[in-house]
């Protein structure tokens, strides 16, 4: 395992740069003659080492360091290479800075190759491409912190993966240069961004999540979205790509999700979110849209008495909004209302409260037991690993008949935030199920979902609250 050294001005030849165990010091003590002039001359085609790079080696890069291609340039990493920028003064401890890549005003692609190989590293290194920038190649893994990603193409971004390619970036600013540019990512790639931000004070991107295709994955957890415009282009976003996005910050009034009208779209998941202005008043808990049978927002201004709240702060309920892709009894628009560990040795009653709007003239028409049930996931009582699904939806149906309405509840339901009691416009039912009780399972792991499946976009919506009865 060897160490190669970079930094701009840098003069070595032959294997001046290469070290067999890591330098210590400043690159000013190695002098110009012990450091090559950029990575290119490593691993982006200039093969001035007489000994190539290989698997598991070590590209030490001065966080002082910069270099311009001006030209395409592909960095081919060798399973394992890790790319570092360390400190100048001390070349033996990580400081994010070095910058490498095309940073003229021309057409030049930078990639980032691992396509011989299964994984590639960059830590703290400013990776800049005047045209597109790729990252990854089919069936890798790219593992990126603490840098930057630029492009100044006016319409292309930074693209990830493609076939089984996996993308990891902790702590990564994305820096566009137009309205158009944002994070791409190919057919069948996933990308897991922990942290990070969108640097502010150039073009606002219209959306930082671009042309997703067919398979693509997005993990996404505590990064900050709020200079965009928007997290994801409706036009782009038809093929099927999947969002699990967690504690981020979006603009005020950015567009999270829409239906399509076309295509069945993506799942789109947003837990625990915050807009620009911040503070407790502008957090909120949650925006999902499950494929294109409809969303399911927070709603804070219509909640049950002694019901759910946000971080035990501010009220709230789900407000389900289906479409009309969803089917009786068959297909529904379903969201995760809660992940809960309970205790069942002893009776567990899951009752979920629903109040059905009337925005028009008129009650609206109660909802029966194939328009909306419970589906609840725990574990098995002889088989815990395996778990089984409860659902409070008929056992069996007749085609031919009209099923039976859920229970009337006669439970609170206030609004706004003077607690007044709601009188009318508002029909009360609920859906319940008691599990079954499991020897020795005092601490459980269930999953409880709402299924919503009957469009009332044309008199209202619904808002939905659980409740939890531990006996």
Known sequence: ???????SGGTATGDAGRAASARTGSFATMGASAYYASMVDIIGGGAVPTTAAAAGDTICVSDLHSHDTIASTSYVFPDKLK?????????????????????????????LDNSAAETLVS????????????????DGMSVLELG????????KGVTFGEIGQVTILRDVRFKPSATGTGIEINDGATIELRGGSIDTGGPVPTSIFQTQSRGAHYYVRCFDASYAGGLYDLDDNTDGPSYDLARLKVGSGAQLSEQHTADIGPRFDLWGYGETTGGPDDYWAFHSRYFNFGTTDHDTSIYRDGGANVDGKQKLTALMSATDQVIPFHAPLRFKLAELLLDLTASVTI???????????????????????????RPDATDLGLGVIDTTRPATYDISATQSDLTTSTVVWKKGSDDSTITADITKSKAAHTLPTITGADKS???????????????????VDLEVDET
Request: proline share 1%; with cysteine.
């Open 148 to 155: 930057e990603l630029k492009t100044t193409h006016t319409t």
């Open 83 to 111: 790319a570092l920028s360390v400190d100048d003064a001390n070349a033996e401890n990580l400081k994010a800075g070095a910058s490498e890549g095309s940073s003229s005003t021309g057409s030049d692609t930078i990639n």
């Open 445 to 463: 792991h269930v999953t409880v979902w709402a299924c919503l499946a009957k469009d009332l976009s044309a008199v209202g919506d619904v808002n």
């Open 1 to 7: 395992m060897a160490f190669y050294y970079v930094k």
């Open 351 to 377: 009752t979920v409260e629903l109040a059905q709007w009337d925005d028009t003239a008129g009650a609206p028409t109660r909802l029966k037991q194939d328009e909306f049930w419970l589906e609840i996931e």
């Open 123 to 138: 830590h703290g290194i400013f990776w800049r491409a005047d045209s597109v920038f790729n990252v990854g190649s089919i």
